[in-house]
């Protein structure tokens, strides 16, 4: 089958974006008791007696398997489960995780939600590389690979902004008739809900996948080719090189979201829930951004450059928030803002410069080296609470995105003597494709001479 026939038989638009609900709704759960901790950080400190740097083990933990589980998870998707089943597995084990969270808090054994969050990490992320692959499967022959990976983005924010808004009442509720920890067990189950609902949406694509792969007569991703771990020393220099970005941007946001509300309680006077509220304010911005900054993307190309910018946005929204008084609104806005560039900009690069074939492990590698820098960043920002105070770790933030800056011009002059393969225009892009064909692997093959 050439590659006119498969464009041909290329799914139709609207079941390419029925699949991409259900990839979406698929990652809604993991992303609604990712922050969890989050929405009640004052309540676990207080509830169960746990210090910040204690607190920021939940975070920490969840980064530390997928060091090595979420390559592996990768591995295993390419080689073992494939796609379909891989997102099975990897949402039940999320499910599975918030069971032994909730009942670590039923019973006041703080270091049992820490197993439970260990377990939740093992599926999180293995869950979001299936959930990468499964949108290069359906979307990167259409072009719409930016836009895609936005909208993603952007339906998982909708999960944590939403768990933002909705577990502090649902907390104050419960806390009619269960108090403390046992009132902090029931929420936690009752947040569990969303993994359910997750499962049958992997459940419904992979069906949704099967039926189109018999229609085209082709295999899962991973399924026609063979593999070997050895294959990561392959990867090119800037693969590296985004790897290390992305750790250095994400450690700057996710981390802080898990640490602020305290933080804007303390130096604005809000209440918990308004603190909530302005803290989810940076997932809701990234929700209505993330699709618009991918479609923009797709449109113009130029990669490099919408990173650099998301990078600015960010470093300049955590100098207001520790410098001057300025609402902090106009922070987390700003911050959703780079954080929606960023996201919907860097991960699709990924696949310009990786086989096909090997898409699976490159996003399991990438994702691994985000989870070591988060982990250490996690406890180091703890501790750094704990000991030196907020502002102090506003600065390690700010020193983090200026050496992404440094990271981001060394990317540039890899990729201008590799091509500019990842800083082409949309126009430049499509002509490249047209003139070499639509297959991957040749376009892989001339673009790395």
């Known amino acids: 089958m050439d590659a006119q026939q498969i464009a041909e038989q290329r799914p139709k638009v609207y079941v390419r974006y029925l699949a991409l609900m259900f990839m979406s709704l698929m990652g809604f759960g993991n992303y609604f008791v990712f922050d969890l901790p989050g929405a009640l950080q004052e309540k676990i400190t207080n ?12 975070y920490s933990l969840y980064s530390w398997p997928n060091v090595i589980l979420c390559f592996f998870g990768g591995y295993l998707t390419d080689k073992v489960f494939g796609i379909r089943w891989g997102a099975i597995i990897f949402c039940t084990i999320i499910l599975i995780s918030q069971f032994l969270i909730a009942l670590g808090a039923f019973l006041n054994m703080f270091w049992l939600m820490c197993l439970g969050r260990f377990v939740f990490g093992i599926g999180g992320e293995s869950l979001a590389v299936a959930q990468n692959t499964y949108a290069v499967k359906w979307f990167k022959a259409a072009n719409e690979l930016n836009l895609v990976f936005g909208f993603q983005i952007s339906f998982s924010r909708v999960g944590s902004s939403t768990s933002f808004y909705l577990v502090m009442p649902i907390y104050e509720f419960v806390n009619n008739y269960a108090k403390g920890y046992q009132g902090l067990s029931i929420v936690i189950l009752i947040a569990s809900i969303t993994c ?11 069906i949704m996948d099967k039926k189109q792969e018999k229609r085209l007569g082709v295999q899962d991703i991973g399924e026609d080719e063979k593999i070997k771990l050895t294959d990561v020393k392959n990867f090119p220099l800037n693969f590296w090189i985004l790897s290390l970005i992305c750790v250095m941007c994400y450690l ?18 809000l209440d918990i829930a308004d603190a909530n509220i302005v803290n989810s304010c940076i997932y809701i911005v990234s929700a209505i951004f993330s699709p618009i900054c991918g479609f923009l993307v797709d ?24 410098m001057t008084q300025i609402s902090p609104w106009f922070c987390t806005i700003l911050m959703g803002i ?32 985000q989870n070591l820098g988060l982990g250490l960043a996690s406890m180091g920002a703890g501790w750094i609470v704990d000991y030196k105070g907020y502002i102090m770790l506003e600065n390690v933030f700010l020193m983090s995105l200026s050496l992404t800056l440094v ?8 990729d201008a003597r590799d091509g500019y393969i990842l800083n082409m225009s949309a126009n430049e892009r499509k002509s490249l494709k047209d003139k070499m064909g639509s297959s991957d692997e040749d376009q892989n093959s001339i673009l790395n001479e």
């Open 47 to 58: 509830d169960m007696s746990v210090s910040t740097a204690q607190y920021s083990l939940l």
């Open 252 to 269: 700057t946001v996710i981390p802080f979201v898990g640490l602020s509300q305290v933080y804007f309680k303390r130096k604005y006077h």
């Open 407 to 414: 990271l981001i011009v060394i990317c540039i002059f890899v």
């Open 196 to 206: 359910v609902g997750s499962l049958v949406s992997a459940i419904i694509l992979a």
């Open 299 to 322: 449109r113009t190309g130029r990669n490099i450059i919408w990173i650099s910018l998301g990078t600015i946005l960010t470093c300049i929204a955590h100098f207001i928030v520790a």
């Open 338 to 369: 780079g954080y929606s560039i960023l996201a919907s900009a860097l991960w699709p690069m990924v696949s310009l410069i990786i086989p096909p074939n090997q898409l699976n492990t490159a996003y399991g590698m990438m994702q691994a080296i």
